[in-house]
């Protein structure tokens, strides 16, 4: 069984820095693709970052790009996203989400195309 854990949200003031970590088990780790989506009140889920394990590559969704970076530790099964130079509109629920295999670039950001869930970490950015 996939699971999925997230930790490491937090309350930051606008401009610090947050890591947040992504525990991964019960399955292959290199053969999904993850990804970080967030999701503020009122608002729909929307994708932040993913990466395919196994080739390496990362994607950013423009509200984030130079600012937030994904990456993985292969040895411990985890990803993590270090978010930098955050911003009150960062605040937001964040969740990882594992997929059998990376989406297309057009819809890798959709949350329909992810199957595998964490609970979710709080972030909140005071300004």
């Known amino acids: 069984e996939v699971q999925l854990v997230e930790s490491g949200g937090g309350l930051v003031q606008a401009g610090g820095s947050l890591k947040l970590s992504c525990a991964t088990s019960g399955y292959t780790f290199d053969d999904y693709a993850i990804a970080w989506f967030r999701q503020a009140p009122g608002k729909e889920r929307e994708g932040v970052s993913c990466m395919s394990i196994s080739l390496g590559t990362t994607y950013y969704a423009d509200s984030v790009k130079g600012r937030f970076t994904i990456s993985s530790d292969n040895a411990k099964n985890t990803v993590y996203l270090q978010m930098n130079s955050l911003k009150p509109e960062d605040t937001a629920v964040y969740y990882c989400?594992?997929?059998?295999?990376?989406?297309?670039?057009?819809?890798?950001?959709?949350?329909?195309?992810?199957?595998?869930w964490g609970q979710g970490t709080q972030v909140t950015v005071s300004s």
């Open positions: 989400a594992a997929v059998w295999a990376l989406p297309a670039m057009s819809t890798m950001f959709r949350k329909e195309e992810w199957d595998y």
